[in-house]
């Protein structure tokens, strides 16, 4: 009995040493496996955070001028190629950083094109690679003696800056094409006549989509001129319903003007969200028709400097371009930028 269990023994033991030979190359594969894909992770996580670095860099050179986009794109390159991925400096061209827009409603980019406004321009996407091309594709440690090939790894990142995606505004809504003029510029400290049915336009607005009425349009400006924060107007939370200024009453216009005269030297300042008129003119804006529902496009500080109700009614004021603001960033650029950027992808 003794002899038949060591020799039972034996073979078992040899019956693990086979089964360990045959498992050793699975188990070399696999611990090849798991140390690449490690190391892969640790460089896209590296290319990463180049490009969010590039994209943040980029994007807070925005300000609703021609002459910033250049110089955007080009800190956006120079903060890409601070950073370093798989040994060597991240590689983003001039190509690898987009301008465009960024609709937080919808959760998308798109890239400006020759028609887009300079004042949409708020989002900068930035590419980075590390493939054949673009700074080497990432060499396996291990893996490579069991057939795998270099392996090419591709990150993008998204900043959005530009006027605020949601403000406590004057229920006053003003269209994008009366702020900027003929050259595509905002008309910064221009004297703007709203609701003068010329050239330039105001609406009413409850901040959503109910329909302004007199007696809703005077509670929500005195509320304005008391606390400044009347609702929340949001860019992604849909339309609001504009009006014209046939709501606007005497005693609104009283209002406005007793706040003026107690605001004295320090001015008399609102904001209001401007209107989306895609494709109008500013020569045209006057006849832009009011009464009905519009996207907000982004946000503008104005300083009132009086009210009349006419004839015509009307509100005389000028765009103030240089305000910023601390609310979440989201909207065209129309003079009133935000003080922080966010990383929307």
């Given amino acids: 009995m003794e002899k038949t269990g060591r020799v039972s023994a034996h073979r078992q ?79 983003v ?75 406590c505004a004057f229920p006053f809504a003003i269209p994008a094409c009366s702020l900027i003029d003929a050259g595509d510029h905002l008309r910064c400290n221009a004297l703007l006549t709203f609701g003068n049915a010329t050239t330039d336009n105001v609406g009413f607005t409850l901040l959503n989509t109910s329909n302004p009425t007199t007696p809703t349009i005077d509670a929500a400006i005195a509320q304005s001129l008391v606390d400044g924060c009347p609702a929340n107007s949001r860019i992604d939370g849909g339309p609001i319903r504009v009006s014209n200024g046939n709501n606007f009453s005497k005693g609104s ?40 529902d519009f996207r907000i496009a982004g946000y503008v500080k104005i300083r009132i400097l009086s009210a009349t109700q006419g004839p015509p009614k009307s509100v005389s004021a000028s765009i103030v371009c240089d305000h910023v603001s601390n609310e979440v960033v989201g909207g065209g650029l129309f003079g009133l930028p935000s003080t922080h950027v966010v990383l929307t992808q």
């Fill in 13 to 91: 033991g040899g019956n693990a040493s086979i089964t360990f030979a045959l498992a050793l190359p699975f188990l070399i594969a696999v611990v090849a496996l798991v140390v690449d894909l490690g190391h892969y992770q640790q460089v896209q996580s590296k290319l990463q955070t180049g490009a969010d670095a590039a994209a943040l860099a980029g994007v807070r050179d925005l300000n609703g001028t021609v002459l910033q986009l250049p110089i955007a794109r080009a800190n956006a390159v120079i903060y890409a190629g601070q950073h370093r991925a798989n040994g060597s400096k991240l590689q």
């Fill in 253 to 292: 216009v009283d209002a406005i003007n007793e706040a003026v005269i107690a605001a004295g030297a320090d001015g008399l300042f609102v904001t209001l969200p401007v209107i989306a008129t895609p494709g109008v003119a500013f020569a045209d804006c006057g006849s832009v028709s009011l009464n009905r």
């Fill in 93 to 167: 061209r001039p190509a690898d950083v987009e301008l465009g827009t960024w609709d937080f409603g919808k959760r998308l980019f798109a890239p400006a094109t020759v028609g887009t406004s300079v004042h949409d321009i708020q989002a900068v996407r930035v590419t980075a690679h590390r493939t054949a091309g673009d700074g080497g594709a990432v060499a396996p440690f291990f893996a490579g003696v069991f057939g795998a090939g270099d392996k090419g790894l591709t990150v993008r990142s998204i900043a959005v800056g530009g006027s605020p995606g949601s403000a």
